[in-house]
T-cell receptor, first 112, second 113 residues
C-alpha cells in the first residue's frame, strides 16, 4: 500500500514564475491538506481539499491556489513566486473527520 | 486550537528512555493531544494521540496529566534513528470540518551514542 507521494522532489524557480506541485494521497483517503515549512520552522497549514473543493484555508495569499481531482489527487499552484516562497511543501492525506493525517516526503522549492 | 509549549531541545543517551514534555494549559475538553516527529528533511510522521487516558503503541507511550494541562511522550528505548524534531499538537476533531494541524517549533531530540 503506497503512502502519500509527492512530485517533484526538488524544484528551482526564479522570482515571478509559477509552479505546480502534485500529491497523491494514501490509498483510501479522500482529503488532502497542504503545508508550507520554511527552514527551521514547523509546517504551516495552507489549505485543505475535500470533494474537489477547498474546505479550509490558512493565512496564505491568493497567489496560493489548489485543485483536487476526482481520484482525490491534488495540486498546489503558486503564482508570482517570491524569494520567501522557498520552502518544503508538504502534502498530508486523511479521511474526512478521521483522527490522523499522513504526510508525504515533501517537495523542496527554491526560488532564486 | 490550543497553544503548546515545548523545550527547544533535549539530549538522550542511546538505549535510555526519552521523556519529552509538553504544556497545553489552555486545552479544551474536546481537544486531543497529538505527537508527530520529523526526521531531517522528511515529512512529519504520526506517533500517537490521546484525549485523557494514557496511550501506548509500538512507537511510544503518551502520559496525559489528570487536569490535561500537560503531557509527556515517552520513547522507552531511544535509538539513534529517533533523533528528530518532535511536535506536540492539540486539536479538536470535527465530524464534518477540517481537522488540520497547527505546528509549533517542537523539541529537537538528539540521541547520543
Amino acid at each position: 500500500d503506497a503512502g502519500v507521494t509527492q512530485s517533484p522532489t526538488h524544484l528551482i524557480k526564479t522570482r515571478g514564475q509559477q509552479v505546480t506541485l502534485r500529491c497523491s494521497p494514501k490509498s483510501g483517503h479522500d482529503t488532502v491538506s497542504w503545508y508550507q515549512q520554511a527552514l527551521g520552522q514547523g509546517p504551516q497549514f495552507i489549505f485543505q481539499y475535500y470533494e474537489e473543493e477547498e474546505r479550509q484555508r490558512g493565512n496564505f495569499p491568493d497567489r496560493f491556489s489548489g485543485h483536487q481531482f476526482p481520484n482525490y489527487s491534488s495540486e498546489l499552484n503558486v503564482n508570482a513566486l517570491l524569494l520567501g516562497d522557498s520552502a518544503l511543501y508538504l502534502c498530508a492525506s486523511s479521511l474526512l473527520g478521521a483522527e490522523t493525517q499522513y504526510f508525504g516526503p515533501g517537495t523542496r522549492l527554491l526560488v532564486l | 486550537d490550543a497553544k503548546t509549549t515545548q523545550p527547544p531541545s533535549m539530549d538522550c543517551a542511546e538505549g535510555r528512555a526519552a521523556n519529552l514534555p509538553c504544556n497545553h494549559s489552555t486545552i479544551s475538553g474536546n481537544e486531543y493531544v497529538y505527537w508527530y516527529r520529523q526526521i531531517h528533511s522528511q515529512g512529519p510522521q504520526y506517533i500517537i494521540h490521546g484525549l485523557k487516558n494514557n496511550e501506548t503503541n509500538e512507537m511510544a507511550s503518551l502520559i496525559i496529566t489528570e487536569d490535561r494541562k500537560s503531557s509527556t511522550l515517552i520513547l522507552p528505548h531511544a535509538t539513534l534513528r529517533d533523533t528528530a524534531v518532535y511536535y506536540c499538537i492539540v486539536r479538536a476533531l470535527m465530524q464534518t470540518g477540517a481537522n488540520n494541524l497547527f505546528f509549533g517549533t517542537g523539541t529537537r531530540l538528539t540521541v547520543i551514542p
